[in-house]
């Protein structure tokens, strides 16, 4: 299954690092961990060497969540030197978070890849339409509301992320947008929780891929290749600032498209890789 010759694993090696830095331009751009690229990636990388099918999502899913870990502690602590993001709301979100991620590890242990492609593309194309053709109109409220729906909306944020190995950036944004935030307050508040998303992910699918350790790649502890966690991370990781700045100086509006245009992509990817 690895008898990959040499200049086929400096091609894939020089892809994973391209993706690495995409993923670090996003991560800060967005206030994403970049796993909504990474994914998409490794997906094709982890084919090539003849991973099982069967856990080929999962392990992209995991690897994924412990690749964004360095990135959006860079992110995080790049938006909070702006001080735009809301930290009483990553405080009440954090804790309910962590619990949606360790539902979504729990739920790789034993559902089908089939499920991560269509939750992968369904989430990604639901925020590309509210980017892509939301107005101003589109809002439930001025403000976030309080008690146990914000605890609730933690829940569903890490839900998606285990599910989609992202840190939960995408999903946070288009619920503060939609309840009056501005894109640069969203993103700066979503890496902030993106920090124990990715962190509370990376050990959730490690122990969740144990019981098929068997069918992983060599180096890998349960659904996280350390191989392509060695390669990416570096490079998203040292990019991540320029993403960041970059965001600061592009107009509302067009920060948007270009978010969407790209969750767009990637829903079709997957909706089409699911039904494969």
């Known amino acids: 299954m690895f008898g990959v010759p040499i200049g086929e694993l400096a091609i894939l090696a020089a892809a ?3 993706g690495g830095a995409v993923t670090g331009v996003m991560a800060g751009l967005f206030g994403i961990g970049g796993g909504a690229v990474i994914v998409p990636v490794l997906y094709e990388v982890f084919g090539a060497f003849g991973v099982a099918e069967d856990i080929r999502m999962q392990l992209c899913v995991g690897t994924s969540l412990a690749i964004i870990v360095p990135t959006t502690l860079r992110s995080y602590f790049t938006h909070r030197s702006k ?3 809301l930290d009483d709301v ?8 962590i619990a949606g991620v360790a539902t979504g590890a729990a739920v790789a242990a034993v559902a089908p890849a089939a499920v991560f492609k269509v939750a992968f593309a369904g989430i990604a194309g639901v925020i590309a ?3 892509l053709f939301g107005r101003e109109s589109w809002r439930i409220s001025d403000d976030l509301p309080r008690g146990a729906t914000l605890r609730l909306f933690g829940y569903v944020i890490g839900l998606c992320s285990s599910l989609m190995g992202v840190s939960g950036g995408s999903v946070a944004n288009m619920i503060m947008m939609l309840y009056g ?6 993103v700066a508040t979503s890496a902030g929780l993106g920090v124990p998303i990715a962190i509370a992910g990376a050990i959730g699918f490690m122990l969740a891929g144990l019981p098929h350790q068997s ?3 060599p180096l890998s502890i349960g659904y996280v290749s350390l191989v392509a966690f060695v390669v990416m991370a570096p490079v998203s990781s040292y990019v991540a600032g320029f993403g960041a700045r970059l965001a600061h100086k592009m107009a509302r509006r067009r920060l948007e498209i270009v978010f969407g245009l790209f969750l767009a992509v990637m829903a079709v990817r997957f909706m089409v890789a699911s039904i494969g």
């Open 16 to 18: 994973v690092a391209g």
């Open 83 to 85: 001080n735009l993001g």
């Open 90 to 97: 990553v405080r009440k979100w954090t804790l309910p978070a």
């Open 129 to 131: 339409i509210k980017l």
């Open 181 to 186: 935030k501005t894109i640069h307050t969203a």
């Open 215 to 217: 069918l992983m790649p």
